[in-house]
């Protein structure tokens, strides 16, 4: 039996003439957490959607489990999933919800409390649906989609409407089950959570895989930056300048300039910005994180 739970190669999704996702190629082996990561519209949700035949896809190939994603009905059932959020009936308790998608889908009817527990919601299984907030909500959607006690699970942003300590409980929840040996493939705008937790990492943009593989992988292919402040707005353009005539790559994010270049040039820097009038507030040298690296490869803006 194949060690990946799910691979894909060339897969496209054609819109039209827009080219929603564009010839994808991309593997996430067995037992893993894969981080999925894009800006917003760069095809993740509709990669998603492919996987579980939801949607059909344009071109290319691509299998869960080993069965091709042209017959989602061989491995489905061995699949967990939330996309674009949970839909529940709001008149009806969290308990009440997963015992009607647990008796549909034929799951056994004692699971539903032990899931509640293991996402926190065991002590709200009795309140109305309509009573949770969002993260509650997204709780009881990962917990629907653990019903089936899935080899594969697939998760679109489930941390979002969550608070600092839900984030961790879900972030600690994920990590566990990949440690079980379940797989899961989970798409999150909150890249620190995704570093802490991921072994694997696909990046998106404009439909297209820019890195597939090893989190560490990517790390160590990054470049050191030199994070630089000055004692006012005005001073990040000439600071952007020093650096590029330099022959370091740099540019302005928010209120700062990340130069790429390693510590020992940072001396030299500060010499440079003190002989052009610009007395500086922040001079960091440090390694990039996952956010650093996604903004750099995606050509996103903070």
């Known amino acids: 039996m194949s060690n990946l739970a799910i691979s894909v190669k060339d897969l496209s999704k054609k819109y039209g003439e827009r080219m929603a996702v564009s010839h994808a190629t991309f593997e996430v082996p067995m037992g893993s957490v894969c981080g999925f990561v894009g800006p917003n519209g760069s095809g993740k949700t509709t990669t998603m959607r492919m996987l579980l035949g939801l949607i059909s896809h344009t071109g290319g190939t691509g299998e869960v489990l080993g069965s091709s994603i042209d017959n989602p009905e061989e491995y489905l059932s061995s699949v967990g999933a939330m996309i674009e959020g949970p839909a529940f009936y709001p008149a009806l308790t969290g308990s009440e919800n ?10 056994p009817i004692e699971r ?9 919601l065991g002590d709200r299984s009795k ?9 509650m909500k997204q709780r009881l959607g990962i917990a629907a989609a653990l019903l089936p006690n899935p080899k594969v699970l697939i998760l679109d942003e489930p941390t979002n409407g969550l608070d600092p300590e839900g984030i961790q409980e879900i972030r ?3 990590r566990n089950l990949a440690d079980a040996g379940t797989t899961v493939f989970v798409s999150s705008h909150l890249l620190s959570e995704l570093e802490i937790i991921s072994d694997y990492l696909v990046m998106l943009r404009k439909g297209e895989v820019v890195f597939s593989g090893a989190i560490q992988d990517l790390m160590k292919q990054q470049q050191p930056i030199i994070l630089v402040k000055g004692s006012s707005n ?6 952007v300048e020093i650096g590029t005539a330099a022959g370091h790559h740099s540019i302005i994010r928010v209120d700062e300039v990340h130069i790429q270049a390693s510590a020992d040039w940072a001396p030299i820097l500060n010499r440079a910005a003190f002989d052009a009038g610009i007395t500086l507030s922040k001079l960091a040298p440090t390694l990039p994180n996952l956010e650093e690296t996604f903004f750099e490869m995606t050509g996103e803006q903070k």
């Not at 997963?98 to 799951?107: R, S, W």
């Not at 005005?234 to 600071?239: G, S, T």
Request: net charge positive; aromatic share 8%.
């Open 98 to 107: 997963l015992k009607v998608l647990a008796t549909l889908g034929g799951f």
């Open 112 to 120: 539903v409390q032990v899931l509640l527990d293991q996402v926190g």
């Open 127 to 135: 309140s109305k649906y309509k009573t949770y907030s969002l993260g």
């Open 172 to 174: 600690a929840l994920l």
């Open 234 to 239: 005005e001073d990040l353009k000439k600071i």
